[in-house]
Nanobody, 124 residues
Framework: QVQLVESGGGFVQAGESLRLSCVGS????????MGWFRQGPAKDREFVAM????????IYAESIQGRFTISRDRAKNTVYLQMNNLKPEDSGVYYC?????????????????WGQGTQVTVSS
């Protein structure tokens, strides 16, 4: 059974940075992709970024393009989300997700496993 554990959330001021980590276990992630989603207060969970495990292809949501970077360390089974120049609208619970590389990467249903989430709060 796949388990994903996020860490790295916190409270920061606008313009500051955070790096989220997600450690995966329970299987090898060959031919899978890892994604980050977020859910703000009274909002639906939305796609943030995705990386394919094999090749490292990345895709980002338009709202965070140029500010966030997703990466992975295959030796550590870990995915990272470097978040720079944070804005108050980036606040929310950030979730790590994993699933096979089929169907749309933006759909929650495309991912088989989810972490418990880590809170990010950005103050203005």
């Amino acid at each position: 059974q796949v388990q994903l554990v996020e860490s790295g959330g916190g409270f920061v001021q606008a313009g500051e940075s955070l790096r989220l980590s997600c450690v995966g276990s329970g299987r090898t992630f060959t031919n899978w992709r890892m994604g980050w989603f977020r859910q703000g207060p009274a909002k639906d969970r939305e796609f943030v970024a995705m990386i394919t495990w094999n090749v490292g292809t990345t895709i980002y949501a338009e709202s965070i393009q140029g500010r966030f970077t997703i990466s992975r360390d295959r030796a550590k089974n870990t995915v990272y989300l470097q978040m720079n120049n944070l804005k108050p609208e980036d606040s929310g619970v950030y979730y790590c997700a994993a699933g096979p590389t089929r169907n749309s990467h933006t759909l929650r249903s495309s991912y088989n496993a989810w972490g418990q989430g880590t809170q990010v709060t950005v103050s203005s």
